[in-house]
């Protein structure tokens, strides 16, 4: 459904109201060893109306997309506003006025590939980790393609559509290591459809070299030492340390609700030289992992400075906190399905580059590590984290010795931060995260390498 056949209900707005149609589409392709496991392609979508009326706010969805249901999800959230607005003793929302307009397709116009071409291109992968890599005693390929299509009108005059896919291959491969799997797990590809990202299996035969050498390399590593350590952070582990234990304590409902960054406005929370920042959908010039330009309330997305030369200077708002906060808001609410209330949320969230080389930064270190993979982990509204580290090696004397078993990392993030010494000077981005705050969505998150102060897991 277009623009144009939403404004057609507009008539039907009496408070304020959004009114949005989604589609997500998703492939999802698995072989687990030669065998396919998962072959599948569904769609899911429809229709939402959220009504904000005195204090309240009334939702309703459904996946039938029609003028009636239209009609009719817009008159059950009024209902359900007035009724919440009556037993609301909040007050009025102060809810400021934004009017983004615009269409934003992220399609290039690449064929889309048929079932039969996925699965094709997903056993050449394979056959060829078979047949390279003869000591590996498992091995899983993955395609994961997701496409989010929004069209959205508001009673404040926003009007937006967007198309933003997302392509992806996981690989996973297992080597026997005195008695016990040793895996490792990598992601390739980004924002597009398949064709985008993937045009020939061959092309990801060098990195899958990369991946299958630092796999060895694990197999025959060492446990980290624990305790505090100096440490080097590939970009990964500075972008999921920027997400989860930093961004999260920085999204202004949680700030609402006793996150501790509403102590630290205006505060000192790293070392000068980190610089932190929510990207909307351009990043030092180039497109960002998860391009958002108008969030799902109509509000213009914008970069959003959350650490400034080490200081906390913003939190990421949508409407509503931002009324509370008399800030403005950052265009940081989203909602992942159709029948999902926009919440704040990040889009891509990274720490800037500083001007030191990878290889310097190695050289400046006399006894630590170099952690460059992160797996599951946690981290709360006090900024204590906890990271799995499942790629890294030993540095002794400014050289990587040894690779690393699988790890931890912990810490306070702000307390961390501030040991922060070197930053590299490039940026690398990850697209391939699926935030899980009560709806999952996509987000994207990078970084430069940072050499700081971590406390390590031992065995």
Same mark, same amino acid.
């Given at each position: 459904m277009n623009i144009a056949d939403l404004r057609a209900h507009a008539h039907l707005f009496d408070d304020y109201t959004e009114l949005r149609v989604q589609q997500n589409r998703n492939v999802g392709l698995t072989m687990i060893n030669g065998d396919l496991v998962r072959n599948a392609r569904s769609a899911q979508g429809g229709v939402s109306a959220r009504v904000a009326r005195a204090g309240g706010w009334g939702f309703c969805s459904t996946p039938e997309v029609d003028g009636a249901a239209l009609e009719r999800v817009v008159? /059950?959230?009024?209902?359900?506003?007035?009724?919440?607005?009556? /037993?609301?003793?909040?007050?009025?929302?102060?809810?400021?006025?934004?009017?983004?307009?615009?269409?934003?397709?992220?399609?290039?116009?690449a064929s889309e590939r048929t079932q039969k071409e996925l699965i094709e291109f997903l056993t050449a992968i394979d056959a060829h980790i078979l047949e390279t890599y003869q000591k590996l005693s498992s091995r899983v390929v993955v395609i994961n393609n997701l496409d989010m299509q929004k069209t959205l009108l508001t009673s404040q005059g926003a009007e937006s559509f967007s198309l933003t896919p997302r392509t992806l291959i996981y690989i996973q491969m297992t080597i026997e290591a005195d008695g016990e799997p040793i895996d490792l797990f990598e992601s390739y590809g980004g924002l597009g459809h398949f064709a985008d990202q993937f045009d020939d299996p061959s092309k990801l035969f060098p990195t899958i070299a990369e991946q299958y050498e630092h796999l060895v390399a694990k197999a025959s590593g060492v446990y980290a030492d624990a305790g505090p350590k100096t440490c080097i952070l590939d970009a990964e582990l500075a972008g999921i340390l920027a997400h989860e234990a930093i961004g999260h304590t920085t999204e202004a409902d949680f700030v609402m609700g006793g996150s501790v960054a509403g102590q630290y406005m205006d505060k000192e929370v790293a070392a000068s030289m980190v610089t932190l920042v929510d990207f909307a959908h351009i990043a030092?010039?180039?497109?960002?992992?998860?391009?958002?330009?108008?969030?799902?309330?109509?509000?213009?997305?914008?970069?959003?400075?959350?650490?400034?030369?080490?200081?906390? /200077?913003?939190?990421?708002?949508?409407?509503?906190?931002?009324?509370?906060?008399?800030?403005?808001?950052?265009?940081?609410?989203?909602?992942?399905?159709?029948?999902?209330?926009?919440?704040?949320?990040?889009?891509?969230?990274?720490?800037?580059?500083?001007?030191?080389?990878?290889?310097?930064?190695?050289?400046?270190?006399?006894?630590?590590?170099?952690l460059m993979k992160p797996g599951n982990g946690q981290a709360?509204?006090?900024?204590?984290?906890?990271?799995?580290?499942?790629?890294?090696?030993?540095?002794?004397?400014?050289?990587?010795?040894?690779?690393?078993?699988?790890?931890?990392?912990?810490?306070?993030?702000?307390?961390?931060?501030?040991?922060?010494?070197?930053?590299?000077?490039?940026?690398?981005?990850?697209?391939?995260?699926?935030?899980?705050?009560?709806?999952p969505i996509p987000v994207g998150m990078g970084g430069p390498a940072l050499k700081c102060t971590v406390n390590l897991g031992g065995k």
């Open positions: 008159g /059950r959230a009024s209902t359900n506003a007035k009724v919440l607005a009556g /037993r609301s003793k909040a007050g009025s929302l102060q809810l400021p006025a934004t009017c983004g307009n615009g269409t934003f397709d992220w399609k290039t116009g030092l010039g180039d497109a960002c992992p998860v391009p958002v330009h108008i969030d799902d309330e109509g509000t213009e997305a914008l970069d959003c400075t959350i650490i400034d030369q080490g200081i906390l /200077r913003n939190f990421m708002h949508n409407k509503e906190s931002a009324g509370h906060f008399e800030a403005a808001p950052t265009g940081n609410a989203r909602a992942y399905q159709f029948s999902d209330e926009p919440l704040i949320r990040m889009r891509n969230t990274a720490i800037l580059p500083g001007n030191s080389k990878i290889e310097e930064m190695i050289a400046s270190v006399e006894d630590g590590y170099y709360d509204t006090t900024s204590e984290f906890m990271f799995a580290v499942t790629l890294g090696y030993e540095i002794k004397n400014g050289k990587l010795g040894r690779g690393l078993r699988d790890t931890t990392i912990s810490g306070v993030a702000f307390d961390m931060l501030k040991t922060v010494s070197m930053l590299s000077d490039e940026m690398a981005w990850t697209g391939a995260g699926m935030c899980g705050k009560k709806q």
